[in-house]
T-cell receptor, first 113, second 118 residues
Framework: DAGVIQSPRHEVTEMGQEVTLRCKPI?????LFWYRQTMMRGLELLIY????????DSGMPEDRFSAKMPNASFSTLKIQPSEPRDSAVYFC???????????FGPGTRLLVL | AQTVTQSQPEMSVQEAETVTLSCTYD???????LFWYKQPPSRQMILVIR??????QNATENRFSVNFQKAAKSFSLKISDSQLGDTAMYFC???????????????FGGGTRLMVKP
């Protein structure tokens, strides 16, 4: 099993640019989660999907953030326009609906200059 | 809403010794899961151990074991025979167990930074 796959692993961009983060969950998992980790706020849930449907997006900071899951094997998190305060590590995680345990990808380290 | 508290921001232990990391949580629910995740300098979040609230027996995984006290809402992690590779941030996390999948997200504590010294 390849585990959760995220790309890119590192992203450096300039303020105002669009950033797209990608995630491929573990095959057979039908829940997918996007988290953000910063020194100031720790680990925060941004949004999660069950069976490709967004269930709770209350953690999405503002309208600049959007997430999609067009199919069971792919999700994107988009920031447009990006700002320096968006600099963080963004994690994707997946789990089965029944199992409870969430498995994390390696994260994307985003730096917005 | 659920909360998770880790009261020890930093800890250190000598190699081969035993260390215990504390975690308390608050919930009005009866069915849930508790987890410990390890985050080494690589930033990867690695599952260490998991406990179902309905199980009275404490979970163990090799050198890692938990002391789960449901009434006290306490979930501590014991690392025996500490190794240099155990140096990492450790996060305690809570997740509800519901058949309708509501509340499926993890709630994390603030983390404990563990340093294993040679």
């Amino acid at each position: 099993d390849a585990g959760v796959i995220q790309s890119p692993r590192h992203e450096v961009t300039e303020m105002g640019q669009e950033v797209t983060l990608r995630c491929k969950p573990i095959s057979g998992h039908n829940s997918l989660f996007w988290y953000r980790q910063t020194m100031m706020r720790g680990l925060e849930l941004l949004i999660y999907f069950n069976n490709n449907v967004p269930i709770d997006d209350s953690g999405m900071p503002e309208d600049r953030f959007s997430a999609k899951m067009p199919n069971a094997s792919f999700s994107t998190l988009k920031i447009q326009p990006s700002e320096p305060r968006d600099s963080a590590v963004y994690f994707c995680a997946s789990s089965s609906l029944e199992g409870g345990t969430q498995y994390f990808g390696p994260g994307t380290r985003l730096l917005v200059l | 809403a659920q909360t998770v508290t880790q009261s020890q921001p930093e800890m250190s232990v000598q190699e081969a010794e035993t260390v215990t990391l504390s975690c308390t949580y608050d919930t009005s629910e009866n069915n849930y899961y508790l987890f410990w995740y390890k985050q080494p300098p690589s930033r990867q979040m690695i599952l260490v151990i998991r406990q179902e609230a309905y199980k009275q027996q404490n979970a163990t995984e090799n050198r890692f074991s938990v002391n789960f006290q449901k009434a006290a809402k306490s979930f501590s992690l014991k690392i025996s025979d500490s190794q240099l590779g155990d140096t990492a941030m450790y996060f305690c996390a809570f997740k509800l167990s519901r058949p309708d999948n509501a509340g499926n997200m993890l709630t994390f504590g603030g983390g404990t930074r563990l340093m294993v010294k040679p």
